[in-house]
């Protein structure tokens, strides 16, 4: 194996318990393994990266202060030595033993591609949900997502669920450094931010499971601060862009247009006045139309009376 192939898997942790050591234990149970991990300690108090000493030098810990996911990811892509690079959360369930190897073939067999990504099924259904679009693919075949930009810039949740993904360590340093702001969202914001760069390649095998629970980011702020979040990322990449990305001005207005009107009261009772501000400026740039301040401040009214 060539150093071209070499990957390292990056590991944000934060107060994850027992789940942190079942993810270390099925990254080396995978069929290809990764070449190093990283496992960056944001601060956790509970003991739990302690554990990790018994597995030497295999496992690589950096620690930090409580930062946030975003930094912690960052850190972790700087301190690899891997041209190649793979993600996990913490408290996911483990891995299926074919996630490197699935998601590493993906990419190199599409060198148009920056980043790969593989299918991740919610424990709580029976079988995996096949995203719309790659219903025909058969298991372990190929989709270029050539619009991988717009469709980040006209949905708010990312491509890749739980991370489910691997890309190449140059590009991830120069688009997710300075991101501490994202303290929610912030796998989405690194996948906005990537989808600038090229097309996503999609292999139609799981390589990750999901479980809803714990005291994940999901957990602690919720599905609306998330979407607030989204929609902050989305439009600082919109306003850099050169052209419109392929995307019509009147598609990205509407996403606007549903969403700030839906989060801006939930941030004025949290008292998030940065992100309000953004939402707010992104709102006024991008999605207003006749009557709606009017709608936005009697929602805002009724939220600061309760």
Known sequence: MNDEQAVSLVIPTYNAGQALLGTVQSALRQTRP?????????GSTDGSVEALGSFGAEVRVIRQGNRGAAVARYRGVEASDCDLVAFADADDPPMP??????????LLQNPECVLAYGMTWDMKLTEPRVAPGFADLKQGEYFVVQDALQRMLTQGWPLASAMNLVSYRSLLLKQIRDRQFYAAANDYDLQMRMAVCGPFVYVASVTAFYQEGGAGISATYGATIQRAYALASAAEVYSKLRSDGGVSLEAWRQR???????VAPLLVRRGNWPLLMRILRTGLCYGLWPGLPRRLWWGVSESLGR
């Open 34 to 42: 990764p070449d190093q991990i990283v496992v960056v300690d944001d």
């Open 256 to 262: 606007v247009r549903n969403d700030w009107p839906a």
């Open 97 to 106: 033993p074919n996630r490197i190897a699935d998601l590493v073939d993906a």
